[in-house]
């Protein structure tokens, strides 16, 4: 984590002490009577006003998911906030319906990303849902549309204060599990293509994770240009499924070398790769590229490794870095470009523009989101385990819909055999290691005892010397 970041986490971290905050109803309130003169009827009216409004404000309960410390899976609780979050200028409340679940997420819980403040801090950067209620200075919302979010963090939750501009409005048609899936992945292939890759007709497009989210808007993306070859990873299990969706050379990477594949295709190499794995793969990426080809690096995967950091995976990730001298760009004519989308949340203009043109793609019916699973909050640890184990295609979701009864029984007796589980295998290691313990100490008899019958056999020897004198 940088260290140019910390500020921004401090003030983050005031900024989500103040949500807590009681807020007051924006716009539909009755203009301040502070500034009344006093003894005036609307003076006298205020402190009824007060009375009648508080209990509303001190009852107003919300769920929010919040990561509580770096680790596993458990380590993202759902928990029950009160106080109605307040709204600033420039904001709207938004009821949010669905949100998205990211890679950076999953690197988030594990402490890898650096744009999540310090835990306790409720992640997600997508979300859809319908606007509640709009602070001053909002002119282009207003309360029961439907919007798209997209923000830095805190947007698992049911309710969710975030600033007007960091909204986009659902077209009609589009489901709420739609929007979700679609400001991060989308942006993130769009502009990396567009903005960065400069793609054009009749070039050659390496798409890691193709069954992915990122990997599937890529897909789609590429395909609104004529003549593009894709070239998508994926585990062959899915390769049906991307190929149906525009990848033109599906690659199973668990067992062929995606290198050797994609030369026995294109032996000069790629216009533009996009890689989200980092490390050596970087290196491979690069050495992909044919003349004035592009590589675009937006992750690293491969640090990623099980619930919990895996230290030797990052230090692996860290010692395979890709790095290069400017006179090799120069001599070999390619470019190696950085995106984050995190970084880019103050460019809202840029943001826009780009998801202006995805909105109308989707009108067109040329982009559209793909829905691998929806999950209840409760669930976030299952959603969390689909994506990091590989076993999405598409976009995974999760929902604010109340859980019903009978699947919470179901989850709490799941929760329960993993608790029995959890004990089982405790008790099968403590017997291990005590059997062990009780091999070690056989052993340590069967080798005292040569010992001692040679201690015997010298007891005997002193004995007979002494007789014999």
């Known amino acids: 984590m940088s260290g140019e970041d910390a500020p921004a986490q401090q003030q983050n971290a005031v900024d989500q002490k103040q949500e807590t905050k009681p807020a007051e109803e924006p716009k539909a309130e009755p203009p301040k009577t502070e500034s009344a003169p006093a003894g005036t009827a609307e003076a006298a009216a205020t402190p009824a006003a007060t009375t009648d ?43 949010v319906k669905a949100c998205g679940l990211n890679f950076a997420d999953l690197m988030a819980r594990q402490g890898l990303y650096d744009r999540l403040p310090s835990p306790p801090v409720t992640p997600g950067m997508e979300c859809s849902g319908v606007v509640e209620a709009v602070g001053d200075e909002v002119t282009d919302r207003k309360v029961g549309d439907k919007v798209m979010v997209l923000n830095r963090y ?165 010692y395979h870095q890709f790095s290069i001298h400017t006179l090799s760009l120069i001599q070999g004519n390619k470019s190696v470009c950085g995106f984050h989308l995190g970084y880019l949340d103050g460019e809202t203009e840029l943001i826009t523009q780009a998801m202006n043109t995805i909105l109308d793609l989707y009108k067109q019916g040329k982009v559209k989101p793909c829905i691998d699973s929806t999950w209840h909050l409760e669930q976030v640890g299952e959603a969390m385990r689909k994506m990091q184990e590989r076993n999405n295609i598409g976009k995974v979701i999760l929902t604010t819909e109340p859980m019903p009864e009978e699947e919470k029984k179901e989850e709490t007796k799941k929760e329960d055999k993993k608790e029995d589980k959890k004990k089982d295998d405790k008790k099968k290691e403590d017997k291990k290691k005590d059997d062990g313990k009780k091999e070690e100490k056989k052993e340590e008899k069967k080798k005292e005892e040569p010992k001692k019958e040679e201690k015997k056999e010298e007891e005997k020897k002193e004995e007979a010397k002494k007789e014999e004198k």
């Open 154 to 318: 805190g947007l698992w939750q049911d309710v969710a204060a975030v600033p007007a501009s960091h909204t986009f409005l659902i077209p009609d048609g589009m489901t709420f599990e739609e929007a979700a899936a679609l400001p991060v992945n989308y942006i993130t292939a769009y502009m990396m293509l567009f903005d960065f890759g400069n793609l054009r007709p009749n070039q050659s497009v390496l798409v890691h994770s193709a069954a992915g989210g990122v990997g599937i808007a890529a897909t789609q993306l590429c395909k609104t240009v004529k003549d593009v070859t894709v070239f998508g990873t994926a585990s062959a299990s899915k390769h049906e499924t991307i190929s149906s969706g525009g990848v033109t050379h599906p690659i199973d990477y668990r067992t062929k070398d995606y290198v050797e594949e994609v030369r026995k295709i294109s032996p000069k190499g790629l216009d533009i790769i996009l890689d989200p794995l980092g490390g050596s793969d970087t290196h491979k990426a690069y050495n992909l590229l044919k003349p004035m080809g592009k590589l675009i690096t937006y992750g690293a995967a491969n640090m990623l490794a099980g619930q919990k950091k895996n230290l030797l995976a990052v230090a692996k990730n860290w």
């Open 53 to 95: 409004k508080a209990p509303e404000e001190e009852t107003f309960t919300y769920r929010a998911l919040v990561l509580t410390g770096y680790g596993g899976y458990d380590k993202v609780k759902l928990q029950v906030k009160k106080g109605k979050p307040a709204l600033k200028a420039g904001e709207v409340l938004v009821r």
